[in-house]
């Protein structure tokens, strides 16, 4: 093994002479008083590497020893990640003692001691590849199916298999040898390097199905795709933690990795304290049952934060590779390109826009790209979803990671500082923001036959109807309430409409913090219904005052159960007031 | 700060700039306290066997031969019981006259709160301004800013939630604070009898600059002691967390970093998370709450050190003047409280999201009519209800100097609806106007 001492250091990044060959990307550790730092060489120059450190240099010395690992950074998949709180390296933060993380401090990811309800699915005789299924034990609610480690190159034979049984995770369940006469032991735990893509399906397909959140703004105005990737800049305070934790709820995904890079610990212990408690929609379970927790928050060390979303990605393609249906989410990509800027600064490379590294377009696209739906070679089909939120510096748009974020993200969620202020959440604009696979063919397909015929064409209406309405506000903050004719007033109320009625949504609300698809379309095909029907009014303080009245019944809708009581009360109460009206007319 | 016996001293000093010195040195350690010449110094950089270090007070005179003398620690801090009602420098030295602390010695970098070790915030804490627990409202662990232009009274304002705020322990630390509001914090302080509750570690303006970068760490340090192993409610003043970022961007600056945003260190947003993220609910019922203070530039939040204190803080508490009646507001659309969602409604009274919610779009309508009017158009019937419900709402909630229950905001903001609106131009739940318009009570 190759070891090394430590010749310079400037905060996190450490230069080591080393006496031996190393890889770049290697893992190496640094002996301090009795504990081992982490660390990753991320360049090479004649006997020199460069490591970044993931933790404080503080206290270490030049002369201080360093051995290297021969293994890149690699996580540990099996049973039992579900329902587990990681750290960006993949430590289970439950089994650390103590209120306080200790420097240095590391934990296994699984318990390779706990044991699992092992089913056999193949016999002694069947040959495999890498990713094809050999047992499966039930994981909470999924079927976890355990597969040939995507390491394994060729075909294997299977020599032996365990008969089905309770075995720990360590336990050898299968025996398996190539045609070069080489044999393995297989455990029901494999380990795969972070920054490599697992790509043993037989081919990714274009996402066709709506990927439902339960958000109105985002279901049926943008729907993001099932396998698709979107992302939410927003500046601070305008709800983007508060936006993706309902998605995290609401989704019927199968398995959910939330990954908290660089983000306030409060809002992740917000989320340990929910979760366990909280229902999910698609199994009636709790919802901790299908989260995985990865969580580098801003105090923990920066330069795990690009770890942390690269451990969160690399768990996520795992369970595709069973067939699931994964949502990844990343609260925030910014503060991983912080940190790659942090270091490309201390390494003094020639910086690019806004002094990021210049290869973070590349980087971005990369991780982007790793999202999808694929077809498995048994046929089965799996899917990553994923959605990053962005943090642009002061809240402006161009800069350089909503940028390069923007190039290869097929949904774009704008969240609007006037919005926020004026408190209408969620604070999406629903014009400046757009879904890419409105224009797919195979989503619109799926559209017409899950939603309803015209749907899309619907939903273009609202979208008409809103930047109608913007135009009349401006008129009319132009010109004037008695300058301009009443039809002004009219457009700018319907999109006003519009607004309360679909857009804003209450996610404190039990109620309303989730709409399914078929209230969604109920409630867009009544709004639009008013907003078509003829009507007169005397001045434009009678069209605010009439308006105001139907905004007000459907907050109340929104605030009852779909079909409820309180439901219909509520819509015969519009239907009479909107008759009224018309009967007026 | 003299030599031990056999402590090398080093006295061939290589390079020198305004805030650094680099000599050749062995064994020294990264993050290293030092003295050169008497003055503290701190390792910012080892490379072989130059050692680069940060002079905090400046090298104005010092000489190539200067003596160096490294501490062998990282800077520490003694923490004790004893601490509680003193006044200390930057390096953790009296300012009282009176004699150190001994206690425990401790790294004041600290280690951080294992996340799965925290507790959810969720108890109110409560001010008396309805700026803060009616539309913003705080709970013990929350980290949160004032935004304030410098014009503003935030340190008087600052001092006046401390006292308020329902507390066991007061953790101040001033950075650059002008020598006055140092005198007003310790008048105010001890007119109110919570002189022995205060542990103050202050850097005045008349202080180096560079002092002020050690003030955070003994303050969360002493905070953190006393949250968690004494289990007491702590609260924490830092002011003014600006005027520490310029010192930050001094250092790197020295040190030929490439600065972002602003002239500020690509760093600036891990190195403000670190302090700010010291405010936790512990398990074992301690907590340690921190309320800060950064300063604009003419209100503009888009600036690198606002930006990235907003990003990472649980909201901000934006102090302005109400052009209308004069008075010192907390202005309800800009400023945010991220974690009232664990209280209100719930450890308050049922309709109190609601409530906040219909006066702050109330008076988000009286804001557009007041735009309307000064582009010289006819205000209509509603207009002219909202612009006087904002005067009254102003008056009546918004004033800083009021201190009220939060159930009478809450019966003080039914009243204001009722005067100027109509229920259903509200937007309120059905259920809740039944039970609380002041109309349908009676």
Redesign the interface.
């Known amino acids: 093994m190759t070891k090394g001492k430590i010749?310079?250091?400037?905060?996190n990044l450490l230069?080591v002479e080393v006496d031996g060959p190393i890889r770049q990307n290697e893992i190496c550790y640094v002996l301090k008083a009795g504990e081992e730092l982490m660390a990753e060489v991320i360049k090479i120059n004649g006997n020199i590497a460069f490591a970044q450190l993931f933790e404080?240099?503080?206290?270490?010395?030049?002369?201080d020893q360093v051995h290297f690992s021969g293994e890149l950074l690699e996580v540990s998949l099996g049973p039992g990640l579900l329902s587990k709180?990681f750290d960006g390296l993949q430590n289970d933060?439950?089994a650390?003692p103590?209120?306080?993380?200790?420097?240095g401090q590391r934990t296994p990811a699984l318990d390779l001691d706990e044991e699992y309800e092992f089913t056999p699915l193949v016999k002694p005789g069947a040959i495999l590849e890498a990713g094809d299924a050999f047992g499966e034990v039930p994981e909470n609610a999924l079927k976890h199916t355990i597969m040939l480690p995507f390491k394994f190159e060729g075909k294997w034979e299977i020599t032996e298999i365990a008969p089905a049984g309770k075995y720990p995770l360590k336990h050898i369940v299968a025996k398996v040898k190539n045609e070069n006469g080489e044999s393995q032991d297989l455990s029901m735990v494999q380990k795969w390097p972070v920054k490599w893509p697992i790509k043993n399906y037989l081919r990714k397909e274009r996402p066709a199905e709506i990927f439902r959140t339960g958000l109105r703004v985002i279901d049926s105005l943008n729907p993001i795709a099932e396998g698709g990737t979107a992302y939410i800049p927003g500046?601070?305070?305008t709800g983007k933690t508060v936006l993706q934790q309902a998605i995290a709820k609401n989704n019927r995904a199968e398995v959910v990795i939330l990954v908290a890079c660089?983000e306030?610990?409060?809002e992740?212990?917000?989320i340990?304290?929910s979760f366990p408690e909280l229902e999910d929609l698609a199994t009636g379970r709790k919802l901790k049952d299908k989260t995985t927790i990865v969580?580098n928050?801003?105090?923990?060390p920066?330069a795990a934060r690009e770890a942390s979303v690269y451990v969160g990605m690399t768990m996520a393609e795992y369970y595709r590779s069973m067939g699931h249906k994964v949502l990844l989410l990343a609260d925030s990509t910014s503060?991983w390109a912080?940190?790659l800027?942090?270091m490309s600064?201390?390494m003094e490379e020639l910086?690019g826009t806004?002094?990021f590294p210049v290869e973070l377009p590349a980087v971005i696209a990369n991780f982007y790209g790793r999202a999808g739906k694929v077809e498995m070679r048994n046929g089965t089909k799996g899917s990553v979803t994923f959605l990053g939120t962005v943090?642009p510096?002061?809240?402006?748009f161009k800069e350089p990671v909503t940028e390069s974020t923007s190039k290869v993200a097929r949904c774009f969620y704008a969240l609007s500082q006037k919005r926020a202020?004026?408190?209408r959440y969620p604070a999406i604009d629903p014009l400046q923001s757009y879904s890419r696979y409105l224009d797919y063919e195979e989503f619109q397909a799926f559209a017409a036959e899950h939603i309803e015929s015209a749907w899309i064409e619907k939903v273009n209406r609202a979208k008409n109807l809103l930047s109608k309405g913007i135009e009349a506000r401006d008129q009319i903050?132009i010109l004037?309430?008695?300058s301009v004719p009443l039809d002004y007033h009219r457009d700018f109320w319907k999109s006003e409409l519009i607004d309360?009625a679909f857009i804003q949504q209450d996610s404190?609300d039990d109620t309303d913090m989730n709409s399914s698809l078929e209230r969604q379309s109920f409630m867009l095909n009544r709004v639009l219904e008013i907003c078509d029907k003829p009507q007169e009014f005397e001045d434009?303080?009678a069209v605010?005052a009439f308006y105001?009245?139907v905004?007000?019944l459907f907050?109340?809708m929104n605030?009852s159960d779909f079909e409820s009581d309180d439901f219909q009360k509520f819509n015969s109460e519009l239907e009479a007031l909107f008759n009224l009206q018309s009967i007026e007319a | 700060m003299i030599a031990k016996a056999f402590q090398p001293i080093y006295s061939r000093i290589k390079a020198l700039t305004k805030a650094t010195i680099t000599l050749d040195a062995d064994g020294v350690q990264y993050d290293e306290l030092a003295w050169v010449d008497g003055r503290t110094a701190q390792v910012i950089k080892v490379d072989g066997k130059e050692v680069s270090l940060q002079v905090f007070s400046g090298t104005e005179g010092l000489g190539t031969n200067a003596q160096v003398v490294f501490s062998g620690s990282a800077p520490n801090i003694h923490l004790s019981p004893l601490l509680a009602g003193r006044y200390f420098n930057a390096f953790g030295v009296p300012l009282d006259g009176k004699d150190k602390v001994q206690g425990e010695e401790r790294d004041v970098k600290g280690a951080t709160v294992n996340p799965v070790r925290r507790q959810l915030p969720s108890e109110l804490l409560a001010t008396g301004i309805a700026g803060i627990d009616l539309n913003n409202t705080l709970v013990t662990g929350q980290k949160i800013p004032f935004f304030a232009d410098p014009d503003q009274p935030y340190n008087r304002i600052l001092a006046e939630v401390a006292m308020r705020a329902d507390s066991d322990r007061i953790v101040l630390g001033g950075m650059g604070i002008s020598h006055d509001d140092f005198l007003m914090f310790q008048q105010r302080f001890n007119s109110s009898g919570a002189g022995d509750k205060i542990v103050s570690f202050i850097n005045t303006s008349e202080d180096p600059p560079l002092e002020r970068l050690l003030i955070p760490d003994l303050v969360c340090s002493a905070a953190e002691y006393f949250a968690f192993e004494k289990q007491e409610k702590v609260l924490v003043l830092l002011t003014d967390m600006t005027l520490y970022a310029d010192a930050l961007a001094i250092v790197s600056n020295k040190m030929d970093q490439i600065p972002s945003k602003d002239a500020m260190p690509g760093s600036l947003y891990s190195d403000l998370a670190r302090i700010y993220e010291k405010a936790v609910q512990f398990q074992n019922g301690g907590s340690i709450t921190i309320i800060a203070v950064t300063t604009l530039n003419d209100g503009d939040i888009t600036h690198a050190i606002p930006d990235n204190t907003g990003y990472i803080t649980e909201g901000q508490l934006y102090l302005k003047k109400d052009p209308e009646t004069g008075l010192t507001i907390i202005d309800p659309f800009r400023s945010l409280s991220r974690l009232k969602q664990n209280v209100i409604g719930i450890k308050t009274r049922e309709d109190h999201p609601q409530v906040m919610n219909a006066l702050v779009r109330l008076y988000a309508d009286a804001s557009e009519a007041r735009s309307k009017k000064e582009n010289g158009f006819d205000l209509n019937e509603y207009d002219e209800r909202s612009l006087r419900f904002a005067e009254a709402y102003t008056r009546e909630l918004l004033d800083v100097q009021l201190n009220i229950g939060t159930e009478e905001m809450l019966d003080r903001g039914w009243r204001l609806m009722s005067r100027f609106f109509k229920d259903y131009e509200l937007g309120i739940r059905q259920n809740l106007i039944d039970k609380y318009w002041p109309e349908a009570k009676s």
């Open positions: 010749t310079a250091i400037l905060s230069q404080a240099g503080s206290g270490l010395k030049a002369g709180n933060l439950e650390m103590g209120s306080f993380i200790q420097a500046a601070f305070g660089g306030r610990a409060n992740v212990v917000e340990f304290h969580c928050t801003s105090n923990m920066v503060r912080q940190a800027r942090e600064n201390r910086p806004d002094a943090s510096a002061g809240g402006n202020d004026a408190k903050s004037g309430d008695d309360f404190f434009f303080s605010s105001k009245k905004i007000n907050k109340q605030y």
